[in-house]
């Protein structure tokens, strides 16, 4: 269940949110007639809601049973032709260095999960204005914007005891007994709450998944993660595994995007799936729908990885604007080009059977590398072990996806998508480089790429990236460097929005020094 979610943060500042649209969606709102959706839409209520005690009197959940690592489904192969001619936008230089950050402090460690020892550990954090949250797979914790310990760490599902339990409830709850990681934490600045969620289901003692397949969401009830929360259960299929999901804010939703994975056919990848919940019901703590499309007849198993779009800012889109996903494509599995592909999912709460989710539209990009020599030193089965690290059999690429977050800003005059994506740069096989894009739009223009670039000017890997734009228009993008002589760390680099395009032009600068592989 890899999720390298690395919210960037404390890098850029706050600014306006992005709105997205494509083709017949204009600055001024919704302008044509919705188009054909890939899939029908699915229309269900929360199985369960209700308001919790404030966290801070919710006895602590801690783990219980013992395990190593957590099943990983996988994404279909892609065929690896061996060397590719050099990446045509690489970077091979920085000159200058972002400044130092302001404030590093010590988060959960894989530790706090004792007797657990999870693999991958799935770590995700977002700021407040007065507080940071973070999940490390199965457990969360609070932190003030010094970096001081305020609650936990405990287990996630601490957020679900006591769920929902009253007449005709069942007596424990999916979301209450369940704590199977693939969490999500996510200030939304439109609201000033909070967001946590992770998946569920009935599971087994090696923690497979066994259907059905549920989204467990809490919303804080004010910006005071301790306080009390708006706790929902959803069902999302009896037999597809929503693995992988990650939400995007919007003004109308909580959109969020999954790889699926059907039970009935030994977890074989089904398709990407696509969902919608019912925002303005839970930030209020009342019954709330969610709206669920499987894409398994339409697109299948060549695309997935997708990511929906997160607003920046406190902009608004327009009204009726669609939420963009947004996957990378490599031409080496079946697509004409290397490409990013665009899709629209616009939802309807007066009508949920109108909502639909459409696309492709395909941007050329230059052309990447997305597949790895990879082996299986650590000896889990599966060829992954991409990125060399010292002291260590390796680390994964995970390159076959966008990396978390797909970010949104409206800027005043245009729309920017930043999205990033770990590639081969080719000038030896298997040397990792951030590829970065900003896309943008206009009230007389779709979506483009404006710039696009791979950061990679040394002999260091760097991977699993995280981008974002401040209201200026400035850029950063936090990182994991390796090589074989250096342990894993975390670095970013930047750029100013008058830099040369598809340059990060403020260079790098070291966020944490690895001391152990």
């Not at 990650?246 to 939703?253: K, L, S, T």
């Not at 669609?322 to 616009?346: C, K, M, Q, T, W």
Request: proline share 9%.
């Amino acid at each position: 269940m890899r999720s390298p979610r690395r919210r960037l943060v404390g890098l850029v500042a706050a600014g306006s949110v992005a709105f997205l649209a494509l083709g017949g969606f204009a600055t001024t709102g919704w302008v044509a007639a919705a188009p054909k959706s890939l899939a029908p839409p699915v229309v269900r209520s929360a199985d369960l809601f209700d308001i919790s005690r404030p966290l801070s009197e919710l006895p602590p959940v801690k783990p219980t049973i013992g395990r190593e690592g957590i099943f990983e489904p996988e994404l279909p192969d892609r065929p690896d032709l061996g060397p590719q001619p050099a990446d045509r936008v690489r970077q091979t230089s920085a000159p200058a260095a972002m400044p130092a950050p302001n404030l590093t402090f010590e988060g959960q460690r894989d530790a706090d999960n004792f007797p657990f020892l999870v693999e991958p550990p799935d770590p995700n954090i977002d700021v407040g204005p007065n507080h940071i949250v973070q999940l490390v797979n199965i457990t969360m914790a609070v932190y003030d914007k010094s970096g001081a310990i305020l609650y936990g760490p405990a287990n996630i599902n601490t957020l679900w005891q006591d769920f929902g339990v009253g007449s005709g409830d069942p007596a424990t709850p999916v979301c209450a007994a369940s704590n199977i990681g693939d969490p999500i934490v996510q200030y939304d600045q439109l609201a000033d709450r909070w967001l946590v969620s992770q998946f569920a289901f009935g599971g087994a003692v090696a923690f497979q998944p066994v259907g059905p397949y549920y989204e467990c969401i809490a919303i804080s009830r004010t910006g005071d993660p301790l306080g009390a929360w708006n706790r929902y259960e959803f069902l999302i299929s009896p037999t597809l595994f929503d693995d992988y999901p990650h939400f995007g804010v919007w003004p109308d939703a909580y959109y969020m995007s999954i790889n699926q994975f059907d039970e009935a056919q030994a977890f074989e990848y089904a398709a990407p799936g696509a969902l919608a919940f019912e925002r303005e019901k839970m930030l209020a703590g009342q019954p709330a729908r969610m709206v669920y499309l499987d894409l398994s007849s339409s697109l299948g198993p060549r695309f997935g990885g997708q990511l929906p779009a997160d607003l920046d800012g406190t902009a608004l889109p327009p009204a009726g604007a669609p939420n963009i996903y947004a996957e990378a494509d490599d031409d080496v599995s079946g697509f004409a080009s290397d490409r990013l592909d665009l899709f629209r999912f616009h939802v309807d709460w007066a009508d949920p059977t109108r909502s639909t989710y459409s696309g492709p539209t395909a941007l050329a990009v230059s052309p990447f590398d997305s597949v790895f020599p990879c082996t299986d030193a650590d000896g889990d089965g599966v060829p992954r072990n991409c990125i060399p690290e010292k002291d260590g059999p390796g680390l994964d690429s995970i390159s076959d996806r966008v990396m978390y977050r797909l970010a949104y800003r409206n800027i005043g005059g245009h729309e920017t998508l930043l999205a990033n994506h770990t590639v081969d740069v080719n000038d030896t096989e298997g040397h990792a480089g951030i590829r970065w894009y900003e896309l943008r739009q206009t009230s007389s223009s779709s979506w483009s790429i404006f710039q696009q670039g791979t950061f990679a000017p040394d002999a260091k890997h760097r991977w699993m990236g995280s981008i974002a734009m401040d209201k200026a228009g400035d850029i950063a993008v936090g990182y994991s460097t390796s090589s074989a002589t250096t342990y894993p760390s975390i670095a970013y680099a930047g750029r100013l929005a008058t830099d040369s395009l598809g340059v990060l032009g403020r260079g790098e600068a070291s966020m944490f020094v690895g001391t152990g592989s």
